[in-house]
């Protein structure tokens, strides 16, 4: 059984309204996208919502889905300072059995297809070993901290080609894949060996600035993304 947990707490402190606030035709904004999207996943079974918001209970109630299970969480669980491991611990109380798929509203162009493919590749590179899934991005340039260049060797090259050099992987919170038994037992939402599913930028992108909500309306308007709804 592949059960979706689908944190959504209310208010924002970077994008007001956020998880509401209309995205082109979507007067319900990035909430409304993500529960369609879910609901469209041939391979999730429940979808776990997990809010404090009165509006964003009311839509999901109105979808009149028996696929939606709607959890009013607890104040103490919806500061800013609330961590994502207490959020681990709420997860495995509420889904009792199966393997957990933890994503968020704010990948919008995460589509049921690709759901789907990723849930796939799950089981898939379970049998070659790995234990979790979670979607990353790549970033292959030129990337430094105060000491200087983290990805490349300046003795050897001081300025190599960015297609030689070894990339690296944001973890862009698209999905996160596990067996609640491993987030019961690492508490975490991944395993010892987690495999990298690469996702490119446009797929993977993640709504957590005022600009990015911006730059995400557009490139929507411009057809250069879907939400794979119509």
């Known amino acids: 059984m592949i059960s979706a947990f689908l944190p959504c707490r209310q208010g924002s402190e970077r994008v007001p309204y956020k998880n509401i606030k209309k995205f082109s035709k979507y007067n319900f904004g990035l909430t409304e996208i993500k529960l369609l999207q879910l609901l469209k996943t041939n391979l999730i079974d429940i979808i776990y919502l997990s809010t404090d918001d009165e509006k964003i209970i009311n839509f999901a109630s109105s979808l009149n889905s028996k696929k939606i299970i709607i959890h009013k969480r607890s104040s103490q669980l919806c500061q800013s300072s609330t961590s994502t491991d207490e959020l681990v611990d709420h997860a495995v109380d509420l889904i009792k059995e199966g393997v957990i798929l933890w994503t968020h509203v704010t990948s919008p162009f995460l589509t049921c297809r690709l759901y789907d493919e990723i849930i796939k590749t799950y089981y898939s590179e379970k049998n070659l070993g790995f234990d979790s899934l979670m979607t990353v991005t790549k970033i292959q340039s030129f990337i430094w901290d105060d000491n200087g260049p983290i990805n490349y060797d300046r003795t050897q090259e001081k300025w190599p ?3 030689t050099i070894k990339p690296i992987f944001e973890i862009n919170s698209g999905i996160f894949l596990a067996d609640r ?9 991944i395993g010892d060996n ?12 993640d709504i957590d600035w005022p600009e990015d909500f911006v730059i995400a ?14």
């Open 161 to 163: 080609r960015t297609q």
């Open 217 to 230: 309306q557009q490139m929507f308007a411009q057809g250069l993304v879907s939400v794979g709804l119509d």
């Open 194 to 205: 987690p495999y990298l599913y690469k996702l490119d930028r446009l797929d993977g992108f």
């Open 181 to 189: 038994e491993i987030y019961k037992k690492n508490k975490d939402r």
